[in-house]
């Protein structure tokens, strides 16, 4: 059995790290801070952060094959130039829906970027229910919607045979599952216990097992989707985990974001690792590359 290690890489904090991806061409890790409206990369070489500053709360970043990345932040998809800091607004979405913003996202083995919305909260715990959706960008700049009357869109990824997709909605506490080509319907694949609280972002690995980041759980869980059963736990040293990603130069290494939003002065206290980027080796399993948006 692997001996697992935790260790903390990126001690700038975030507010809401979220939505973490490993680009092999730049040996680096990019990330958003969705609360502070930045997109970060940080350098595994050289240790260094660099961040780009956006208009609107970002959700998701992704990789382009072109280079460069396409976001979703506020209600629109766009495509950052990291050397030049630039934005340009591909899609404007969800006009009508003023309190809404896009969440996590990721590109389809075929290229395609799905992004799923949420609306904020009114106030602290509050939030309109069924007001998000889930929509993919097509390399053509077309957008569908793919799912709708959804609360919290969040963690999505598909199984190594491209035929099944996964998709977290966190105000319903589990893992759903999808036919992949026609969506003819959708099960329950995991039920969170109560101490895993609600799952955020999500991965899968090498060997086709998923791994669910536990917003205030604390934690990130490993399921079989094959049983529906989570055969792993590996506890962090902050409560709330909100997504991770794998990576390294062989993808041995899995990222877990983190953030310090959400918590009182006294919980601060108790976490003083709240809101930093951890790195977790020894779990004895790989995860894959991520696939890049084609346009």
Same mark, same amino acid.
């Given at each position: 059995?692997?001996?697992?290690?935790?260790?903390?890489?990126?001690?700038?904090?975030?507010?809401?790290?979220?939505?973490?991806?490993?680009?092999?061409?730049?040996?680096?890790?990019?990330?958003?801070?969705?609360?502070?409206?930045?997109?970060?990369?940080?350098?595994?070489?050289?240790?260094?952060?660099?961040?780009?500053?956006?208009?609107?709360?970002?959700?998701?970043?992704?990789? !382009?094959?072109?280079? +460069?990345? =396409?976001?979703?932040? @506020?209600?629109? /998809? %766009?495509?950052?130039?990291? #050397?030049?800091?630039?934005?340009?607004?591909?899609?404007?979405?969800?006009?009508?829906?003023?309190?809404? !913003?896009?969440?996590? +996202?990721? =590109?389809?083995?075929? @290229?395609?970027? /799905? %992004?799923?919305?949420?609306? #904020?909260?009114?106030?602290?715990?509050?939030?309109?229910?069924?007001?998000?959706?889930?929509?993919?960008?097509?390399?053509?700049?077309?957008? =569908?919607?793919?799912?709708?009357?959804?609360?919290?869109?969040?963690?999505?990824?598909?199984?190594?045979?491209?035929?099944?997709?996964?998709?977290?909605?966190?105000?319903?506490?589990?893992?759903?599952?999808?036919?992949?080509?026609?969506?003819?319907?959708?099960?329950?694949?995991?039920?969170?216990?109560?101490?895993?609280?609600?799952?955020?972002?999500?991965?899968?690995?090498?060997?086709?097992?998923?791994?669910?980041?536990?917003?205030?759980?604390?934690?990130?869980?490993?399921?079989?989707?094959?049983?529906?059963?989570?055969?792993?736990?590996?506890?962090?040293?902050?409560?709330?985990?909100?997504?991770?990603?794998?990576?390294?130069?062989?993808?041995?290494?899995?990222?877990?974001?983190?953030?310090?939003?959400?918590?009182?002065?006294?919980?601060?206290?108790?976490?003083?690792?709240?809101?930093?980027?951890?790195?977790?080796?020894?779990?004895?399993?790989?995860?894959?590359?991520?696939?890049?948006?084609?346009?």
């Amino acid at each position: 059995m692997c001996s697992i290690k935790i260790e903390s890489v990126v001690k700038e904090k975030n507010r809401m790290g979220e939505c973490p991806v490993w680009e092999e061409r730049e040996n680096a890790l990019v990330y958003v801070d969705i609360n502070s409206q930045k997109v970060c990369r940080w350098n595994s070489v050289t240790n260094e952060v660099h961040s780009v500053s956006v208009d609107a709360r970002v959700g998701s970043v992704a990789l !382009r094959k072109c280079g +460069g990345y =396409v976001i979703a932040l @506020g209600t629109r /998809f %766009a495509f950052l130039n990291w #050397e030049m800091e630039s934005v340009t607004t591909i899609a404007e979405l969800e006009q009508d829906k003023p309190n809404n !913003r896009f969440n996590d +996202g990721k =590109v389809d083995p075929k @290229g395609r970027f /799905f %992004a799923g919305t949420m609306a #904020e909260e009114t106030e602290p715990g509050v939030r309109a229910r069924c007001q998000g959706a889930l929509y993919t960008l097509f390399p053509d700049y077309s957008v =569908v919607k793919q799912l709708d009357q959804v609360d919290i869109s969040n963690g999505l990824d598909w199984s190594l045979d491209h035929r099944t997709f996964f998709h977290i909605d966190s105000l319903a506490y589990a893992v759903h599952a999808f036919d992949y080509d026609v969506h003819t319907g959708k099960i329950v694949l995991y039920q969170l216990e109560k101490e895993e609280q609600m799952p955020d972002g999500m991965c899968i690995d090498a060997e086709g097992k998923l791994w669910v980041a536990c917003i205030d759980g604390g934690r990130v869980i490993r399921i079989d989707p094959e049983t529906g059963k989570r055969i792993q736990t590996v506890k962090l040293p902050a409560s709330r985990i909100t997504s991770c990603c794998f990576g390294g130069k062989d993808y041995s290494e899995m990222y877990v974001t983190s953030a310090y939003d959400g918590l009182d002065k006294a919980a601060l206290a108790k976490e003083p690792r709240a809101g930093e980027i951890f790195k977790i080796t020894g779990l004895g399993v790989k995860g894959i590359p991520q696939y890049s948006y084609v346009a």
